[in-house]
């Protein structure tokens, strides 16, 4: 920012200031570059975030129910980040949420519709690049807009939002100019200015997936979308944590770092204790909300092998009564697997922009899956939304196109029978 610009936005942060009801605060909202936008904290509260220019002087002001909240920086601003990302913590029953005077989404008291979705980032890195700006190869800006249009009451994205690793490679005009790196302009590409219709929609359940790690874009996630109050030092595992809202009971598990085909036994340990400590007393009809299934079979390059490996090593023997699905992406395509009234059942929706991945000419019913045969299964290679909702006889679920209109696929859920089909 040059001196005559600074001037003209110090006169103009008085001007603001000086008129009646203008604030500082809201000078801050008005510039975002991102946000606000709410999602669920580790402790059963709302998170709820904004980001704008790192010259701005102040965060916006956060409005509970009438009450106001200091927000804090999360991070400071540094050449990766040239941003300031604000955040702030407030109960999970408000009802009515501002920030610097722009309205923030809420939970209902009960969840009716829930968009689902997952691997959604543009994916440029040393094997491949898509074409970012054919929103038919990429079409996560067509699915948040269209996903929002569905007015959900809440959003869970089961992890991997950033994917522009490595420079578009030269002459490709499909990703020409793309920035990449764990930095605020890929972050802001890949997921934040796609996924604004949606964002402002509702409130999100944020799962960290593999792509977020911190070799990857641990650094992103740590600062804008770790759903801690306060911003931790990045490590590839984190606590895992309960929520209870709007009627659903989630177990959310980061299982980033699980192999999918090597379980290392220390992992295997350090998982363990976890799934021993989330899943201890799990209230009937709960879902494992992570990125990783815990029971797949293996597509693509990856055909004729099961996952996740290491999931299945230390969920085994710690699987309660009442758990009935597991709910992931990390493999992209659309998959649902039912097992019977023995476990639970496994829902793979990883179909939100990354390219898909090839199915493999093999049975979906009475395939073994860890010493486990399927009673059903679904699989289907498109891009798309998954839109549930709850009727008086359970969940129901719609597997749309980007184009919001094509129904690709029909669920039904009850329990731990999760019925697919086209």
């Given at each position: 920012?040059?001196?005559?610009?600074r001037l003209?936005f110090?006169l103009?942060?008085?001007?603001?200031?000086?008129a009646?009801g203008g604030?500082?605060?809201?000078l801050?909202?008005?510039?975002?570059?991102a946000?606000?936008w709410v999602e669920?904290?580790?402790d059963?509260?709302?998170?709820?975030?904004?980001?704008v220019?790192?010259?701005v002087?102040?965060c916006?002001?956060?409005v509970?129910?009438?009450k106001?909240?200091e927000?804090?920086?999360r991070?400071?601003?540094d050449g990766?980040?040239?941003?300031?990302?604000?955040?702030?913590?407030?109960?999970?029953?408000?009802k009515?949420?501002?920030?610097?005077g722009?309205?923030?989404?809420?939970?209902?008291?009960?969840i009716?519709?829930?968009?689902?979705?997952?691997?959604?980032?543009?994916?440029?890195?040393?094997n491949?690049?898509?074409?970012?700006?054919?929103?038919?190869?990429w079409p996560?800006?067509?699915i948040?807009n269209?996903?929002?249009?569905r007015?959900?009451?809440?959003?869970i994205?089961?992890?991997?939002?950033?994917y522009?690793?490595?420079?578009?490679?030269n002459?490709n005009?499909?990703?020409?100019?793309?920035p990449?790196?764990?930095n605020?302009?890929?972050?802001?590409?890949?997921?934040?200015?796609?996924a604004?219709?949606?964002?402002?929609?509702?409130?999100?359940?944020?799962v960290?997936?593999?792509?977020?790690l911190?070799r990857?874009?641990?650094k992103?996630w740590?600062?804008?979308?770790?759903?801690?109050?306060?911003?931790?030092?990045?490590?590839?595992?984190s606590?895992?944590y309960?929520?209870?809202?709007?009627?659903?009971?989630l177990?959310?598990?980061?299982?980033?770092d699980?192999?999918?085909?090597?379980?290392?036994?220390?992992?295997?340990?350090?998982?363990?204790?976890?799934?021993?400590?989330?899943?201890?007393?799990?209230p009937?009809?709960?879902?494992?909300?992570t990125?990783?299934?815990?029971?797949?079979?293996?597509?693509?390059?990856d055909?004729g092998q099961?996952?996740?490996?290491t999931?299945q090593?230390?969920?085994?023997?710690?699987?309660?009564?009442?758990l009935?699905?597991?709910?992931?992406?990390?493999?992209?395509?659309?998959?649902?697997y039912?097992?019977?009234?023995?476990?639970p059942?496994?829902l793979?929706v990883?179909?939100?922009?990354?390219r898909?991945?090839d199915?493999?000419p093999?049975?979906?019913?009475?395939?073994a899956?860890d010493g486990?045969?399927?009673t059903?299964g679904?699989?289907l290679?498109?891009f798309?939304?998954?839109?549930?909702?709850?009727?008086?006889?359970?969940w129901?679920?719609?597997?749309?196109?980007?184009?919001?209109?094509?129904?690709?696929?029909?669920?039904?859920?009850?329990?731990?029978?999760l019925?697919?089909?086209?």
């Amino acid at each position: 920012m040059n001196k005559i610009t600074r001037l003209v936005f110090a006169l103009l942060s008085a001007l603001i200031v000086a008129a009646p009801g203008g604030t500082l605060a809201t000078l801050a909202a008005s510039r975002a570059v991102a946000g606000p936008w709410v999602e669920l904290g580790t402790d059963n509260d709302l998170q709820v975030r904004v980001v704008v220019p790192s010259d701005v002087a102040a965060c916006p002001e956060i409005v509970a129910d009438g009450k106001t909240t200091e927000a804090r920086q999360r991070g400071a601003s540094d050449g990766d980040f040239e941003v300031t990302v604000c955040s702030a913590t407030v109960p999970l029953a408000t009802k009515k949420l501002t920030v610097g005077g722009i309205d923030a989404p809420t939970v209902p008291p009960v969840i009716d519709r829930i968009i689902v979705l997952g691997d959604s980032g543009c994916r440029i890195d040393q094997n491949m690049a898509q074409d970012c700006d054919d929103k038919k190869q990429w079409p996560f800006p067509v699915i948040a807009n269209d996903a929002a249009n569905r007015r959900p009451d809440l959003v869970i994205h089961v992890g991997d939002y950033y994917y522009r690793e490595n420079a578009c490679p030269n002459g490709n005009k499909g990703c020409e100019g793309s920035p990449h790196g764990d930095n605020w302009g890929a972050w802001q590409a890949d997921f934040f200015d796609p996924a604004a219709p949606l964002l402002k929609a509702a409130p999100w359940v944020m799962v960290r997936g593999n792509h977020e790690l911190c070799r990857r874009g641990g650094k992103g996630w740590m600062r804008l979308l770790d759903p801690r109050a306060d911003m931790p030092d990045c490590t590839d595992t984190s606590p895992p944590y309960r929520l209870h809202l709007g009627g659903l009971d989630l177990m959310v598990f980061d299982s980033a770092d699980a192999d999918d085909f090597k379980p290392d036994p220390q992992k295997v340990a350090v998982y363990a204790a976890q799934f021993a400590q989330l899943l201890a007393n799990a209230p009937q009809g709960s879902w494992l909300v992570t990125h990783r299934p815990v029971w797949a079979l293996g597509k693509g390059k990856d055909a004729g092998q099961t996952l996740n490996q290491t999931e299945q090593a230390a969920i085994r023997g710690r699987l309660p009564a009442g758990l009935d699905m597991v709910m992931t992406g990390h493999v992209h395509d659309f998959t649902s697997y039912a097992f019977g009234p023995r476990r639970p059942a496994q829902l793979i929706v990883g179909v939100g922009g990354d390219r898909m991945d090839d199915l493999p000419p093999q049975p979906w019913v009475g395939a073994a899956i860890d010493g486990m045969k399927t009673t059903r299964g679904f699989a289907l290679e498109r891009f798309g939304f998954f839109v549930m909702e709850h009727h008086a006889s359970g969940w129901g679920g719609t597997l749309y196109a980007p184009d919001d209109k094509t129904v690709l696929a029909e669920c039904a859920i009850n329990g731990r029978d999760l019925d697919c089909h086209n």
